[in-house]
């Protein structure tokens, strides 16, 4: 029993090389902690711009539907209400 013990325990030179991994892995994690930084803060100025390039999109829509409107409403004015709406 004793015997199965001793070939089966760890040494130094185990557990040092079990250290050095854990030291390798650790550097790998903190390099990928870096790139995943990196990206969250390119993602985070996209997902910015996409939200102003929304907000303009609509307010370039509703400047638009009002300027169809008022275009709408002078034309009917200059033209009579019988004109035909440009976009039916």
Do not use: Y
Not at 13 to 39: F, K, R
Not at 62 to 84: C, H, I
């Amino acid at each position: 029993m004793l015997s199965h013990i001793v070939v089966h325990m760890a040494t130094k030179s185990d557990i040092g090389a079990v250290n050095d991994t854990l030291a390798e892995h650790g550097a790998i994690l903190a390099e990928h902690g870096a790139i995943l930084a990196e990206h969250t803060k390119i993602l985070a100025e996209h997902t910015r711009d996409l939200n102003i390039i929304k907000r303009d999109v609509e307010r370039n829509l509703d400047k638009r539907l009002q300027l169809e409107v008022r275009t709408g409403n002078l034309e009917k004015k200059v033209f009579g209400a019988s004109q035909e709406p440009a976009h039916p």
